[in-house]
T-cell receptor
Framework: DAGVIQSPRHEVTEMGQEVTLRCKPI?????LFWYRQTMMRGLELLIY????????DSGMPEDRFSAKMPNASFSTLKIQPSEPRDSAVYFC???????????FGSGTRLTVV | SQQGEEDPQALSIQEGENATMNCSYK?????LQWYRQNSGRGLVHLIL?????REKHSGRLRVTLDTSKKSSSLLITASRAADTASYFC???????????FGKGTRLHILP
């Protein structure tokens, strides 16, 4: 298995532009998580899905953020419009269940200028 | 919040020495996990310990859990340069699959 695959690895965009981050979880994993990591705030859980259904989006900072999981093998996190304070590393992770731990992707480093 | 808090925030030790990191949390848990993150990379799952377990080993790693004190420790024995990384504890809730991470301990192994 190739692990959790995120794209792009790096994204630089101008303030106000739409940004879409992509994630392919490990096949057979039922849960998918989006995290954001910054020096100041550490790792923050934004949203997670179970069996493609959003379960908890209480960590999504604003309405500018949205996430979808149209099928078991693909998820997107969209920021529209983007702002400089959205600059961070965004991680996607998946898990089979709560007993096996999470597998993280390599992350997308987003810079909004 | 079930967020774990690691202590110390940073730790530097000589190669070959043992490294101990601690984690405290606030509410009841089902399990506690430890992850490692190398600079610029994603997190890697190291070990999971369930609330009914007190100690667990994996290679050079030893994790303890004291639910009465709501604390855990991660011991890395005979440290190596490759152990230089940030280490995070993560705790779950009793109703869902999400886990919340602490802010981590930055471990630096000196040659």
């Amino acid at each position: 298995d190739a692990g959790v695959i995120q794209s792009p690895r790096h994204e630089v965009t101008e303030m106000g532009q739409e940004v879409t981050l992509r994630c392919k979880p490990i096949s057979g994993h039922n849960s998918l998580f989006w995290y954001r990591q910054t020096m100041m705030r550490g790792l923050e859980l934004l949203i997670y899905f179970n069996n493609n259904v959003p379960i908890d989006d209480s960590g999504m900072p604003e309405d500018r953020f949205s996430a979808k999981m149209p099928n078991a093998s693909f998820s997107t996190l969209k920021i529209q419009p983007s702002e400089p304070r959205d600059s961070a590393v965004y991680f996607c992770a998946s898990s089979r269940d709560r007993f096996g731990g999470y597998t993280f992707g390599s992350g997308t480093r987003l810079t909004v200028v | 919040s079930q967020q774990g808090e690691e202590d110390p925030q940073a730790l530097s030790i000589q190669e070959g020495e043992n490294a101990t990191m601690n984690c405290s949390y606030k509410t009841s848990i089902n399990n506690l996990q430890w992850y490692r993150q190398n600079s610029g990379r994603g997190l890697v799952h190291l070990i999971l310990i369930r609330s009914n377990e007190r100690e667990k080993h994996s290679g050079r790693l030893r994790v303890t859990l004291d639910t009465s004190k709501k604390s855990s420790s991660l011991l890395i024995t005979a440290s190596r340069a490759a152990d230089t990384a940030s280490y995070f504890c993560a705790t779950d809730g009793d109703r869902d699959d999400k886990i919340i991470f602490g802010k981590g301990t930055r471990l630096h192994i000196l040659p």
